[in-house]
């Protein structure tokens, strides 16, 4: 069973940045794409961003797209989300997730492992 454990997050003010991390609990097979997915209060859970499992292809939702980036370090079993410029609107609880796929993709239902989340507020 892989476990994934997501930390970084916090109590930051508009414009600040955060780097979420994200622990996997062993080595996923070689060719899994790793997510980033966030789920506000009152929400359901959206896509973020996502990185193939080579770390040479990334996507990423309209929404964070120029703020946000991801990243990956196998060495360290671990994927990585710097986000800078944070609004109010990027308040939410932030999963790291673990893809069936090799290629990365924003779909919900290509993730099979799932971490517990950290959450992200930011006020205005």
């Known amino acids: 069973q892989v476990q994934l454990q997501a930390s970084g997050g916090g109590l930051v003010q508009t414009g600040d940045s955060l780097r979420l991390s994200c622990a996997i609990s062993?080595?996923?097979?070689?060719?899994?794409?790793l997510g980033w997915f966030r789920q506000a209060p009152g929400k359901g859970r959206e896509f973020v961003a996502a990185?193939?499992?080579?770390?040479?292809?990334?996507r990423y939702d309209y929404s964070v797209e120029g703020r946000f980036t991801i990243s990956r370090d196998d060495a360290k079993s671990s994927v990585y989300l710097q986000m800078n410029d944070l609004r109010p609107e990027d308040t939410a609880l932030y999963y790291c997730?673990?893809?069936?796929?090799?290629?990365?993709?924003?779909?919900?239902?290509?993730?099979?492992?799932w971490g517990r989340g950290t959450q992200v507020t930011v006020s205005s």
């Open positions: 997730a673990v893809s069936r796929y090799s290629t990365s993709t924003s779909l919900q239902e290509n993730y099979i492992y």
């Open positions: 062993k080595r996923t097979g070689s060719n899994n794409a």
């Open positions: 990185i193939n499992w080579r770390g040479g292809g990334t």
